[in-house]
């Protein structure tokens, strides 16, 4: 199952309204498991979730880095927080800006946001800048649920996305396998063939050692038969000069 998370930057003093708002998207939790073939859960994250005792700047810092939605919960307290214009705001624009991250501030209280450049130049909600706990908070329920049903869609959204990404992925792996499994036909064939040559060459080198034997005992063969030769031919002539000298002397006698 696919795990989504929503981190929430606020200001402790609205923390009343962050309550309020994370109340709203709790709604969301179980959402994801509308068809079995595409589940994912919701994970909402706030700085109040951090444990005693535990560094609360580094936890910050990898719950922005894991979150797929981050909320900013703009009033006059937010902007006055530098913490999160120096700290939270510049990494969550840096996230939006080169993956994608979808930001959405919501303005829970009038404030002068429109003086922070960043902030104006982007879609705040509720619609037509009307901050949502206007009037007493007598539209806030209705105004966070239209905001809640929106993160939703960015959720399964960001969700068909990576399963997308994840297929893609996968039909990639899928692919370099196949890939992979005909360059090994291929080198086993290669190989194969290669056997065979060297099977073949080694049965030839065989067959002239063989060759190469045969004519050297040949060849001892026939100088042994001419050694033989040689001493016959010397022991006949020495025979037959002395049966010369021998007849020779019984004449002269």
């Known amino acids: 199952m696919a795990l989504l998370k929503v981190f929430t930057s606020y ?6 309204q962050m309550k309020k708002l994370q109340t709203h998207l709790a709604v969301l939790h179980n959402m994801g ?3 079995e073939s595409t589940t994912y859960s919701v ?10 005792g535990q560094d609360w700047e580094p936890a910050i810092e990898q719950a922005m880095s894991d979150a797929t939605v981050s909320i900013l919960l703009i009033s006059a307290n937010f902007l006055n927080s530098n913490f999160i214009l120096k700290k939270e705001v510049p990494t969550l624009l840096e996230r939006r800006k080169n993956e994608d991250m979808k930001v959405v501030p ?24 009307k901050p949502v706990w206007r009037s007493g908070g007598r539209y806030a329920d209705e105004e966070l649920a239209l905001i809640v049903m929106e993160i939703w869609g960015f ?3 960001a969700f068909m996305q990576s399963e997308q990404d994840r297929r893609a992925a996968e039909q990639a792996i899928a692919a370099e396998l196949d890939k992979s499994r005909g360059v090994l036909a291929s080198l086993w064939q290669q190989s194969r063939a290669m056997n065979n040559d060297f099977a073949k060459a080694t049965r030839e080198a065989e067959r002239q050692r063989q060759q190469m034997e045969r004519w050297r005992i040949l060849e001892d063969t026939q100088k042994k038969i001419f050694e033989i030769q040689r001493d016959v031919t010397a022991n006949r002539a020495e025979i037959m000069d002395k049966a010369y000298k021998k007849w020779d002397e019984y004449i002269k006698a």
């Open 11 to 16: 200001s402790h003093q609205d923390a009343r």
């Open 43 to 52: 994970e909402f994250w706030n700085d109040q979730q951090i444990s005693a």
């Open 106 to 129: 919501i303005l829970a209280k009038a404030c002068a946001w429109e003086a922070e450049p960043w902030l104006r130049k982007m879609q705040i909600r509720p619609q037509d800048a």
């Open 155 to 157: 959720l399964k959204q």
């Open 33 to 35: 498991n509308d068809d």
